[in-house]
């Protein structure tokens, strides 16, 4: 349950910054966005997911996640692709995509075996980690809100809070940021990550 200051703090950033304002000219939801998406992806960008300033990622998850388009559909253009050029996969970049493709089906046999991940960490001893207390959430919503006076880390919360994504490279950045720096559960930005992504996975945010 949240505290009513909480509440009141998060109004007002939804008030300041109008959440769904940048969402229609980064999204195209349904079957059709995401064929759109991916084909533009393998044939113009593919190659360079690993970079945060280059905006060349397939931001193909939301689409996975509700189901427009399925792995198999990916894996199958992919390899398509490479037949075509007579390369299989078409090129480094792809052969890295298709990796990332896996991991997100290895995030959901972690799930499957290991349902308590949700809330619990995959190795009991780490259940007594000594977490840093946070009196009136203020190291929390700094976190949350963009707040916490590193560039990267700043510029990664306000673009989730602003258009519901960020570069998987950023996300790793963030939650590393929240539990090694600020010493803070990583339940903390679990649940944040599962109300502001647009593709909020469980699988993939639990092993994220």
């Known amino acids: 349950m949240w505290p009513e200051t909480d509440l009141l703090d998060l109004w007002q950033l939804v008030s300041k910054q109008g959440w769904t304002d940048q969402f229609a000219a980064r999204w195209t939801p349904g079957e059709q966005g995401a064929v759109a998406a991916l084909q533009a992806f393998l044939q ?12 060349e990622t397939s931001r193909l998850l939301p689409h996975l996640h509700f189901g427009e388009i399925s792995l198999r559909q990916i894996w199958a253009v992919t390899q398509a ?3 075509t050029r007579g390369i299989d996969p078409p090129s480094s970049g792809a052969r ?16 499957f ?12 001893e ?22 916490t006076g590193y560039p990267l880390m ?13 570069h998987n ?9 929240l539990v090694k720096h600020l010493r803070l559960p990583w339940q903390v930005g679990a649940q944040w990550f599962w109300d502001t992504l647009v593709d909020a996975d469980l699988a993939s945010n639990t092993i994220g």
């Open 81 to 83: 692709l490479g037949e």
């Open 44 to 55: 113009d960008t593919v190659g360079a997911q690993d970079y945060p300033s280059v905006r």
């Open 126 to 147: 780490f259940a007594k980690f000594p977490w840093r207390p946070d009196p009136g959430g203020r190291l929390q919503k700094a976190w949350e809100t963009g707040r």
């Open 113 to 124: 075996h290991f349902p308590h991940t949700t809330s619990q960490p995959l190795r009991s």
């Open 96 to 111: 890295v995509f298709l990796s990332e493709v896996g991991w997100r089906e290895f995030a959901h046999h972690l799930l």
């Open 169 to 177: 490279r950023v996300r790793m950045g963030v939650a590393s940021f």
């Open 154 to 166: 700043d510029a990664g919360m306000r673009e989730l809070w602003a258009t519901g994504w960020m």
